[in-house]
């Protein structure tokens, strides 16, 4: 497996459009779907690639000049329990320590174990816990790492 990123365009309005859709496609347990809002100053998007098969989507938003929050991590459906969610939560990860990044943060839907378990195997912690949080009902966890 060679996974790599490739930045998103913010320039490119069919690169935008495609994100969108990948989200709206297969990160569907949200309370409110994605929209352009997303692609705010200080957010950084990429697909993720493995040789030159697209497998999935992953971004950042700088939260500080040394705080990330790791955002819109998705696997494609036909990828999935392959190992690329843990692969690329690393990736997106060692991007951030490589520009500088010093923590990395993550909120999880409290129901979604399997991102939390890639999380709590990479030696993130749990930091807090937001009830009703983006929505009523939408409870979630904050995850973090302090990079060594
Ligand atoms: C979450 C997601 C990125 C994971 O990607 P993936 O490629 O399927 O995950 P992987 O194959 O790398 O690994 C999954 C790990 O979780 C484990 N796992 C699978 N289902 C699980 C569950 N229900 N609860 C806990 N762990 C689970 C697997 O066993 C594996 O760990 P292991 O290798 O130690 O056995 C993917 O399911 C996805 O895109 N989901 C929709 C969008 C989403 O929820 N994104 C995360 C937002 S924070």
Redesign the pocket.
Known sequence: MTLKLKPLELSDSNEKELFLQILKE????VPYPASEDIFQRGKHFFFAFDNNKR??VTGYHLKTPTLAE????????E???????????QLIEDHCRDVGIKKVM????AD???????KL?QGYTIEGYHPDHEAPGWHEYSLGKILG
């Open positions: 297969n990160y569907t347990k497998i999935g790791t955002i819109k991590t998705v696997i494609l459906p990828h999935q329990g392959k190992g690329y969610g843990q692969r690329l939560s993550s909120t999880i839907y979604n174990t399997k991102m939390i378990s890639i195997s």
